[in-house]
């Protein structure tokens, strides 16, 4: 069965600075799609960016950017320039093709003044 | 553009009370639908999926039971409540089931005394 393992239960960064989380997942399938989502205090869930892992190239979304290791299984969110309002609880979650998303157990992440 | 919208956004109940949980999609046709549960400080789990009218699929046996009787409505039942039921209810759609990313509503509270 494909897991997702989130090994950072707590981050910690300052504003402007640079964090990177980590999140590895199990899988035999060759095709399929990562996701990292954010949960703020209101708690729903917006999603920061998506890979799709026939794709070698790093997804990017202005200050969020993934390194997708597709050997290694792995797959790292980096937020540059962190702001304030990144601070919340991010979800690295896989997804087969035609199959459910499987989530990690998330990172917290807060951005200090 | 889409939006989804979920039903009440806070609940108690006591145990043993009836629940029914709504979620309703604009801006699109023959989404799919899902339905997942947060427990406190844990990551998301699928409790059920459709793909189309009166078409549910339960991926965790439990309390808790699924309708689509609408293309865009989606509602989340039980009978008798249990205090395990307790947590957040988000309710999400895709476009479909091959590709595409999955967008959360704004979720409902569930605490059941």
């Known amino acids: 069965a494909q897991t997702v393992t989130q090994s950072q239960p707590e981050m910690s960064v300052q504003e402007a600075e640079t964090v990177t989380l980590s999140c590895t997942y199990d899988?035999?399938?060759?095709?399929?799609?990562l996701f990292w989502y954010k949960q703020p205090p209101s708690r729903q869930m917006i999603l920061v960016i998506r890979?799709?892992?026939?794709?070698?190239q790093n997804a990017t979304e202005n200050r969020f950017s993934v390194n997708f290791q597709k050997a290694a299984k792995s797959f790292s969110l980096k937020i540059s320039d962190s702001q304030l309002g990144d601070a919340a609880m991010y979800f690295c979650?896989?997804?087969?093709?035609?199959?459910?998303?499987?989530f990690g157990t998330g990172t917290l992440l807060a951005v200090q003044p | 553009s889409q939006t989804i919208h979920q039903w009440p956004a806070t609940l108690v109940q006591p145990v043993g009370s009836p629940l029914s949980l709504e979620c309703t999609v604009e801006?699109?046709?023959?989404?799919?639908l899902y339905w997942y549960r947060q427990a406190a400080g844990r990551g998301l789990q699928l409790l059920f999926y459709s793909v189309g009218i009166g078409q549910i699929s339960s991926e965790v046996p439990q309390n808790l039971s699924a309708s689509r009787p609408q293309d865009r409505q989606f509602i989340l039942s039980s009978k008798k409540l249990l205090l395990s039921d307790s947590g957040f209810y988000l309710c999400?759609?895709?476009?479909?089931?091959?590709?595409?990313?999955?967008?959360f509503g704004p979720g409902t509270r569930l605490t059941v005394l």
């Open positions: 801006g699109t046709s023959n989404p799919n």
């Open positions: 899988t035999s399938e060759s095709d399929y799609y």
């Open positions: 890979q799709e892992a026939y794709k070698q």
């Open positions: 999400a759609w895709s476009r479909d089931s091959h590709t595409d990313t999955q967008y």
């Open positions: 979650a896989y997804r087969k093709v035609a199959n459910k998303l499987i």
